[in-house]
């Protein structure tokens, strides 16, 4: 009964929604099956790359993504945070939906219900071979979190991959390990992991007891187990041989995600490659350290445009560059300082990681969750720029709709077919899109118009020094003529914020 009035409610709320297509029975049946490489970086800005007006940073790779395919300028990640932004990518519904969808801890179970519906099992579908190689921070293993020393399961294998590189968490939270599909890569017999997010485990020193052991320090929280000279969010112990080295992070996820593209260069495939850079800690390889004159996080975002130029070149090597939709984009928006003193801040110049966008990570206002976003696909996708209003959730019913895979019309709730805006065919956007806050606030952009809901709470988050959009009363901004949301004019338009109050609200009930 619950699913009928879901259902009615979704019907009613979809009705009129322009060129968005929910109605799976419309979707256009292409059966096309380029291979798809999605390129998920950690925390990029809307203002951090060349492509996107950032003059102090060569980004070479992604700005020759950008020149030869469509930039977006009005694409958003669902969330300001991860774990809420790679859930609605990959399942299709907003994570606020779900309770428990926050930045989630290293020992989380799988956020991801096994069964339904998901960006790689559509692909998997339509007869693709799917991977993910990268950050994976959804969470491993059955209630109660992995088991580190055995089989790690459920997790991306019994969602939709068929092969899985991870990183399980995050490059700041323990363990600090790579996950292979089921196994903990390099694990030596007699030598456990043991992880704990409430209590120390084993005699392994924290960076709280021995900040004297600390190459990298922390400037808020991570200030526990140390592992390379990092201390870290949470304790471990053991799996010494398993460790990673952090500047060769990025250098063994590009070699993963080369050897996934060579192994299926047969067959259609999916890659899912969801970058350590440029979160903290931003601990660049050596041919990267320095180069950028913005320090570390400067020098960590030239590691994310190598890596991207590596994946590019591996795709022109096989002869596979003009069948393959290469996308671009982050899962929220930039943070100068993160928690670690590596002098972004003190490095920082002119350079805006935002762009001329409000806020940033963890944010209400725009930069939260507007990002960059590049589409290259030779010859189907024009080049040029596109305003289109468009969401990652709207991945897993846009592939659908071009791979001709049917799904089920409760599956991906808020996922619609954006097919044609995502290939620059058409400039028309969703009709509205939800952005979530890392408080919990919810905003509303429809047309010109933004809507961010009251929300009680503090308006700036001093320690990474962004504003988080909260207000207790309502804020409009029209993003047109008022791209940095400087001017709240709610008090000026009752009912257009009446109209936006009400249109998320139902947005919420479906
Ligand atoms: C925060 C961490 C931050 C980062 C973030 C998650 C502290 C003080 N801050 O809690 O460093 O890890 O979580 O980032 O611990 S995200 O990009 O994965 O959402
Ligand atoms: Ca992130």
New binding site residues.
């Given amino acids: 009964m619950n699913q009928l009035i879901n259902l009615l409610a979704l019907t009613a709320l979809l009705s009129g929604c322009g060129t968005a297509n929910k109605n799976k029975e419309d979707s256009p049946v292409s059966a096309e099956r380029p291979n798809v490489v999605l390129i998920y970086a950690?925390?990029l800005g809307y203002g951090d790359l060349g492509c996107y007006g950032a003059g102090h940073l060569t980004t070479h790779h992604i700005d020759a993504l950008a020149a030869e395919g469509m930039r977006f300028t009005r694409a958003h990640a669902s969330s300001a945070?991860?774990?809420p932004s790679r859930y609605s990518l990959l399942t299709g519904e907003y994570a606020w939906r779900r309770p428990g969808r926050g930045?989630a801890p290293g020992d989380a179970a799988l956020l991801i219900d096994t069964g339904i519906t998901t960006l790689p099992s559509v692909f998997q579908e339509a007869g693709y071979a799917t991977g993910v190689v990268g950050k994976w921070?959804l969470g491993l293993g059955p209630e109660g979190g992995p088991d580190w020393n055995g089989e790690i399961r459920p997790g991306p294998l019994e969602i939709g991959f068929n092969y899985s590189f991870l990183i399980p968490a995050?490059g700041?939270r323990v363990p600090c390990v790579f996950v292979e599909n089921h196994r903990v890569v390099g694990l030596e017999e007699g030598d456990p992991i043991q992880v704990n997010y409430k209590k120390k485990v084993g005699d392994w020193p924290t960076g709280k007891e021995h900040p004297e052991l600390l190459k990298v320090h922390p400037s808020?929280?991570?200030n526990q187990t140390i592992v390379n000279g990092i201390s870290r969010?949470g304790y471990m112990t053991g799996g010494k041989a398993a460790l990673w080295t952090d500047e060769n992070i990025a250098d063994t996820l590009v070699k993963r995600a080369k050897e996934f593209i060579s192994r299926n260069q047969d067959k259609p495939f999916f890659l899912f490659f969801s970058t350590h850079d440029i979160?903290?800690p931003r601990v660049p390889h050596e041919r990267f350290a320095g180069k950028s004159g913005l320090g570390p996080r400067g020098d960590v975002i030239l590691q994310l445009d190598w890596a991207v130029g590596e994946l590019m070149q591996q795709l022109d090597r096989l002869g596979l560059a003009e069948n393959t939709i290469v996308i671009l984009t982050s899962?929220?928006g930039p943070v100068v300082d993160?928690?670690y003193q590596d002098q972004a801040v003190e490095l920082l110049s002119t350079h805006q990681p935002s762009g001329w966008l409000r806020g940033g990570k963890y944010s209400a206002f725009e930069a939260g969750t507007r990002v960059p976003f590049i589409v290259r696909w030779p010859g189907k996708v024009n080049r040029g720029v596109s305003d289109a209003l468009f969401s990652q959730v709207d991945l897993l019913e846009s592939f659908a709709g071009l791979t001709g895979v049917k799904t089920d019309s409760l599956d991906a709730p808020d996922s619609f077919n954006m097919l044609d805006a995502l290939l620059g065919k058409t400039k028309d956007g969703r009709p509205h899109v939800v952005e979530q806050a890392a408080n919990g606030a919810l905003s509303l952009v429809k047309g010109d118009w933004k809507y961010i809901e009251p929300h009680k709470g503090v308006k700036v988050m001093q320690k990474v020094n962004i504003e988080t959009g909260a207000a207790t009363e309502p804020q409009l901004y029209n993003l047109e003529e008022d791209p940095g949301e400087k001017e709240n004019l709610a008090a000026n338009h009752p009912e257009k914020v009446k109209e936006l109050a009400s249109l998320l609200q139902s947005v919420r009930a479906g």
Avoid: F
């Fill in positions: 950690d925390d945070t991860c774990t930045i921070h995050t700041d808020h929280g991570h969010i979160h903290v899962d929220n993160d928690g």
